[in-house]
């Protein structure tokens, strides 16, 4: 089975803080995303990265950045936290040899609160 | 540009009725179609997907038919349990290598009562 970690369920940070979220993937999947997950918006694509140092801009970038690494790590940084950053965050992962092209695996998600 | 348009929930069911959630898109040339469940506390997981025109998806007792002609995916199960309360979001996604980009729709509630 996949498995895709991100290092927190709960975050709660200041307006002006620095947030790391990281995600780990156990498998050696080619691509990582990140979205963001907010009530009747369904999920939103803010980065993608399809090979180590490698990264892409999803749909709604402004505010955050991402970095990757090394393969299994992609980690996703909002530089100075706002509070329209509150959010839920979910990492997923594609890419597998043999798995389904287009298929993405999910991680359990990181719900950040900024006050 | 391409979008997926589902139900507005939240949709309540008692148990062991029949459940239909209306799912359709836009998009140019021919997307595969998804559709992915999360439970509570959970990330998303995929439920079951079709890639080409009359396919038919179908997992856990769900299915979903990829209809080009009025470009729709609607999810549908027979007989619901308590144990499928959950968020359900239809998606699509084009292109045919692993990088491809997923639009999900906006998610349907659905809460199963026993």
């Known amino acids: 089975d996949v498995k895709v970690t991100q290092s927190s369920r709960y975050l709660v940070k200041r307006t002006g803080e620095k947030v790391f979220l990281e995600c780990v993937q156990d498998?050696?999947?080619?691509?990582m995303f990140w979205y963001r997950q907010d009530p009747g918006l369904g999920l939103r694509l803010i980065y993608f990265?399809?090979?180590?140092?490698?990264?892409e801009k999803g749909d709604i970038p402004e505010g955050y950045s991402v970095s990757r690494e090394k393969k299994e790590r992609f980690s996703l940084i909002l530089e100075s936290a706002s509070t329209n950053q509150t959010s839920m965050y979910l990492c997923?992962?594609?890419?597998?040899?043999?798995?389904?092209?287009?298929?993405?695996?999910f991680g359990p998600g990181t719900r950040l609160t900024v006050l | 540009g391409n979008s997926v348009t589902q139900m507005e929930g939240p949709v309540t069911l008692s148990e062991e009725a029949f459940l239909t959630i209306n799912c359709t898109y836009t998009?140019?040339?021919?997307?595969?179609l998804f559709w992915y469940v999360q439970y509570p506390g959970e990330g998303l997981q995929l439920l079951l997907k079709?890639?080409?025109?009359?396919d038919k998806g179908s997992n856990k007792g769900f299915e979903a038919t990829y209809r080009k002609e009025t470009t729709s995916f609607h999810l549908e199960k027979g007989s619901v349990q308590v144990s499928d309360s959950a968020v359900y979001f239809c998606?699509?996604?084009?292109?045919?290598?692993?990088?491809?980009?997923?639009?999900f729709g906006s998610g349907t509630r659905l809460s199963i009562r026993p």
């Open positions: 997923a992962v594609s890419g597998l040899a043999g798995s389904s092209y287009n298929e993405q695996f």
């Open positions: 498998m050696d999947h080619e691509n």
């Open positions: 990265s399809y090979d180590v140092k490698m990264k």
């Open positions: 998009a140019t040339g021919y997307p595969s």
């Open positions: 079709a890639t080409k025109a009359d």
């Open positions: 998606a699509l996604s084009w292109g045919y290598s692993s990088a491809s980009k997923i639009i």
